[in-house]
């Protein structure tokens, strides 16, 4: 399907040429690479890569410090649940807080969290401490998260489309290389991620300081309802309410399938790196060209059910090593899909301003991620293993189902007509 102003360029007189060599240039004939882009958006992508960094990194040192701390894997999992709820929460205020400080001193803020709460998270002696830390990083975490979304989009070349691929490689490569940091520096002490993401979030605040130019305050200041008020359209609620269900399977694999294992850190690690590697390639390469061939709608309603499927497996054979090795590794590539599809889609559908969008997407999708760990540790003691992620797989189902009642909406943000 080759433009006007692209593919006639080999079929003309070579006098012709001269006027048609601009073509590549101009947005609507060619694509330009979403990795040719100043160095402020590199700066801010460096630190989302760090920040998405915190969700998988403490992924292979969770059964060290349950069994180092003497804490079961039901209080464990509260790592992720005190960061995700309160990640969750705090997104209800990043509108507001950035339309008064600006995007720069709110990136900076986030930024100084979490490098504070990452060392003292390091330096804790319980691990009820270390989930109360987690709970400040989470905060730093929301603040940040929602705003170099912003930034990245309002600063990228390439446009749109080409900041969310930008956005989405940083979350992958971020999301593959957590788990094997966290490996490594795991077994030389659980501590060691928490100081090694505190060193590399102090790096990436000195970058967004010298590089990122200064930004200016909003056109108006947000109101700390928007968010919430923005519920009320039907598509972008009904998408949220997708991600929550999606995320409940995500982060319940994510923040139990550890203790099925029974592996080291670094061979942890080594498993949520190649499981992150392909998030990373499936968000950047797998999910635009399976949109390009199958329309966002399609390919979203396979890619849950897949995911369903996916954790299905885990939950039938949890105790079976090798098949919960592989079904997690597989799991990246409906995650990756799912990142980038369902969060251009929600800037696409939503009738609100796109940060307000972020802002109530982030707050019901982590509220499931949130919960979910903490439930499936709470089912596995009343239960058994097969429980959590058997309901894990019912809930991406039904995710898939619901997606379904808004298939127009989606069908119009591919073709840049949403309903």
């Known amino acids: 399907m080759s433009q006007p ?11 012709a040429a001269p006027p048609a060599s601009p073509a590549p240039r101009q947005p609507h004939d060619a ?12 700066a801010v992508a460096f630190a989302c890569v760090v920040s998405f960094m915190g969700i998988g990194l403490v992924d292979p040192i969770l059964p060290a410090i349950s069994e180092q701390l003497d804490a079961s894997p039901s209080q464990v999992t509260l790592l992720f649940t005190s960061y995700l709820v309160v990640t969750a929460v705090a997104m209800l205020v990043t509108g507001w807080v950035s ?6 001193r709110t990136l900076l803020s986030g930024l100084a969290l979490i490098v504070v709460f990452a060392a003292l998270a390091g330096a804790s002696g319980s691990v009820n401490g270390i989930i109360g830390f987690r709970a400040g990083w989470g905060l730093g975490n929301a603040l940040f998260i929602a705003t170099s979304l912003a930034v990245i989009v309002g600063s990228a070349s390439g446009g749109f489309a080409g900041a969310i691929v930008l956005y989405e490689t940083a979350l992958g490569v971020g999301i593959a290389t957590g788990p094997l940091v966290g490996g490594l520096l795991g077994e030389v002490s659980w501590r060691g991620p928490f100081f ?18 200064p930004t ?10 928007e968010p919430l008020t923005a519920l009320r359209h039907r598509a972008l609620a009904t998408t949220s309410v997708t ?9 319940t694999m994510l923040g139990y399938a550890p203790f099925l294992m029974n592996l080291s850190a670094i061979k ?28 966002t709608p399609v390919t979203l309603y396979g890619n849950l059910v897949l995911m369903a499927a996916t954790l299905a497996v885990i939950g039938v054979w949890a105790d079976h090593r090798a098949v919960v090795i592989v079904a997690v590794i597989v799991s990246g590539v409906f995650v990756g899909v799912n990142n980038t599809l369902v969060t251009t889609a929600v800037m696409s559908i939503a009738p609100v301003p796109r940060p307000v969008a972020s802002a109530t997407y982030g707050f019901v999708r982590f509220i499931g991620g949130g919960l979910a760990p903490y439930a ?4 596995v003691d009343h239960y058994n293993v097969h429980v959590p992620f058997l309901l894990g797989a019912v809930m991406v189902a039904l995710g898939a189902v619901l997606l379904a009642t808004v298939h127009r909406q989606l069908a119009g943000a591919d073709t840049g007509h949403p309903a």
Do not use: C, H
């Open 216 to 225: 200016p305050r909003g056109d108006r200041p947000e109101s700390l309802t």
């Open 376 to 379: 499936a540790g709470k089912l």
């Open 31 to 42: 694509t330009p690479s979403p990795f040719r882009q100043p160095r402020a958006v590199w």
């Open 99 to 104: 339309s008064r400080l600006g995007a720069k």
């Open 196 to 213: 090694g993401v505190s060193v590399l979030m102090l790096i990436a605040l000195v970058a967004t300081v010298v590089l990122l130019p």
């Open 243 to 251: 991600g929550l269900l999606y995320n409940w399977g995500f982060f």
């Open 268 to 295: 942890l690690g080594w498993v949520f790196f190649g499981w992150g590697v392909l998030v990373a390639l499936f968000a950047v390469l797998g999910a635009p060209r399976l949109r390009d061939r199958l329309g």
């Open 5 to 15: 102003g692209t593919g006639a360029g080999s079929a003309v007189p070579a006098q």
